[in-house]
Nanobody, 116 residues
Framework: QVQIVESGGGLVQPGGSLRLSCVASGFTFSRYAMSWYRQAPGKGRELVASIGSNGGSTNYADSVKGRFTISRDNAKNTVFLQMNNLRSEDTAVYYC?????????WGQGTQVTVSS
């Protein structure tokens, strides 16, 4: 059974940091590209960052470049998103996605709220 579980969200002040984690099971994690998406209230889901199966390539949305870092630990079936210098516009539900060919799995999301 495939499971993807995100954690690490919460309430943080502008300029603060959070580290999201995504633990996967039920599939061969090391084959899959992993991504973080987010969806703000009233908006569509957008890609935040992605990382290749072996961690050798990463991509970021322009809005988070220089502030967010995606990484993965294939030995622990985990992908991380380090978020620094958070802004109010980063407020959203953050989702973890695993993608390999036609296979795509999603977690339930974790809420990130940036507010003073």
């Amino acid at each position: 059974q495939v499971q993807i579980v995100e954690s690490g969200g919460g309430l943080v002040q502008p300029g603060g940091s959070l580290r999201l984690s995504c633990v996967a099971s039920g599939f061969t994690f090391s084959r899959y590209a992993m991504s973080w998406y987010r969806q703000a209230p009233g908006k569509g889901r957008e890609l935040v960052a992605s990382i290749g199966s072996n961690g050798g390539s990463t991509n970021y949305a322009d809005s988070v470049k220089g502030r967010f870092t995606i990484s993965r630990d294939n030995a622990k079936n985990t992908v991380f998103l380090q978020m620094n210098n958070l802004r109010s516009e980063d407020t959203a539900v953050y989702y973890c996605n695993a993608q390999w060919g036609w296979n795509s799995y999603w977690g339930q999301g974790t809420q990130v709220t940036v507010s003073s």
